[in-house]
């Protein structure tokens, strides 16, 4: 078994009883040959005589031992002993499997777990940035205004904003994310994307006025 792979909790009987098993197998305990009485079997194993009783028990039903009354315990068969020790590993097999498996079950439903918090949690700074971020559907460059000539860049365009230009139709052509140093044109539509307080920023910069109090700003 691998270091990291789960152990497998087993009845201690069961464990005591293989690890007999095993002795026989081994030769430490020959057929004919009395082992240890119930309470010194508890004592070594440092478990309870019923522990004892039902690992000796389940021995017994296997005709790996005897347990005779006024007598004690008494190997009977080695063979029997190597039967049992094939179908334990058979079904340790089976145990480590199962055992794997549900530790895997477990991890998956804690990542699904953290994948259901992570996504509403992206789903809510969504819809939180949605309602934020608006859309200036559109801007004109007028012939009067202070940015003539100037490129984004020179503007300071973001900055003293905090709106970003999509695009620029010009002459019926779009420059799509125009680049810093992109200057500005009379008649240059700008398309522009910031916060619900960039409206009324972007159109100051760009006539050089200030909107009237109830004038639509094109947002």
Not at 113 to 133: C, H, P, S, V
């Amino acid at each position: 078994m691998q270091e990291n792979q789960p152990q497998v909790h087993l009845a201690r009987y069961v464990t005591i009883a293989v690890d007999i098993a095993t002795r026989i197998v081994r030769g430490e305990y020959r057929i004919g040959q009395k082992i240890f009485g119930r309470s010194t079997l508890a004592g070594k194993y440092n478990v309870s005589p019923e522990t004892i009783r039902r690992a000796l028990t389940l021995l017994q039903e296997r005709d790996i031992v005897d347990v005779m009354p006024g007598v004690g315990v008494v190997v009977k068969s080695d063979r029997a002993a190597r039967e049992y020790l094939a179908d334990y590993n058979q079904k340790k097999v089976l145990l480590d499997i199962q055992e794997r498996l549900s530790d895997l079950l477990r991890e998956r439903e804690k990542l699904n777990t953290e994948i259901d918090r992570l996504t509403n949690q992206l789903l809510d700074y969504t819809f939180k940035m949605a309602g934020r971020l608006q859309k200036l559907e559109e801007i004109t460059v007028p012939p009067s205004s202070p940015l003539l000539g100037k490129s984004l860049a020179e503007a300071d365009f973001r900055a003293r904003t905090g709106a970003t230009v999509l695009s620029i139709y010009r002459n019926g052509h779009e420059i799509l994310s125009p680049e810093a140093k992109t200057t500005l044109q009379a008649g240059d539509v700008l398309m522009v994307v910031g916060t619900h307080d960039s409206a009324r920023m972007v159109y100051q910069l760009v006539t050089g006025n200030e909107p009237v109090p109830g004038q639509e700003i094109n947002v």
